[in-house]
């Protein structure tokens, strides 16, 4: 039941679960961590995509920054994706492998 838990971790505001439900409070506090991280990536990339989007209605040069924007979108969706597939993955195995270049970060003390 851990791991439902901690793979529930990664899909946004539920990354608090693994604090209150976990049987184990080094691996509940390590996956709730990188829930965390992985939220306040999402919320940045989001707020990234929508000053895209302000800037888009630029006359002229609108078009460009429009187009920039779109592929930040997917690029940012596509990282947004494999970090919650790496963590889903990471935590149904029991495995607590931080996630790539944002993974060493630690907000939930260890």
């Avoid at 506090?29 to 000053?51: P, S, Y």
């Avoid at 596509?78 to 149904?92: P, W």
Wanted: proline share 4%.
């Amino acid at each position: 039941m851990s791991t439902v838990i901690n793979a529930l971790s990664y899909t946004g505001i539920l990354f608090f679960l693994p604090l209150i439900a976990n049987d184990n409070q080094q691996e509940g506090k390590f996956h709730a961590n990188q829930g965390l991280i992985t939220l306040i990536l999402a919320v940045i990339l989001h707020v990234i995509g929508r000053v895209f989007g302000v800037f888009a209605g630029i006359p002229l040069l609108g078009v460009l920054i429009g187009i920039v924007g779109t592929i930040f979108g997917i690029v940012a969706w596509a990282v947004q994706v494999a970090i919650l597939i790496f963590g889903i993955v990471n935590s149904i195995n029991g495995r607590m492998n931080p996630i790539p270049v944002i993974g060493k970060i630690n907000l939930i003390n260890k």
